[in-house]
């Protein structure tokens, strides 16, 4: 695992009582979640990840072009509150 820059998607899937996601001042983040084989990508399509996941702050990442590129995986189905500041690179929130 690449610490750091992002998270496989097979750690990021058993954290479904994540309420708050807060991430800043990564500048080599890439990514929020990765698949990294064929079996996690088809496991993840259609998933969602974080279920329980309430808010998500997003600042200073400027390195930062998907929050999960590999598949269509839905992070903040429940995201009642969500703040994505200079993050220049990513220019949608969807896969």
Same mark, same amino acid.
């Given at each position: 695992?690449?610490?750091? *820059? ?6 990021? *899937? ?10 800043? /001042?990564?500048? $080599?983040?890439?990514?929020?979640? *990765? ?5 996690? /990508? ?8 974080? !279920? ?9 990442? !400027? ?5 999960? !590129?590999? @598949? ?5 189905? @429940? ?5 994505? /500041?200079?993050?220049? /690179?990513? $220019?949608?929130? @969807?896969?």
């Amino acid at each position: 695992m690449n610490y750091g *820059r992002d998270h496989q998607y097979s750690i990021a *899937r058993l954290l479904v009582n994540l309420e708050e996601l807060n991430i800043e /001042k990564c500048w $080599k983040m890439e990514t929020i979640v *990765r698949s990294t084989d064929e079996n996690e /990508k088809e496991d993840q399509m259609g998933m969602t990840l974080f !279920p329980k996941l309430n808010s998500f702050d997003l600042d200073l990442l !400027p390195t930062l072009e998907s929050l999960c !590129p590999d @598949a269509s995986t839905t992070l903040w189905s @429940a995201a009642k509150v969500m703040s994505v /500041k200079r993050c220049n /690179k990513l $220019k949608t929130l @969807a896969s």
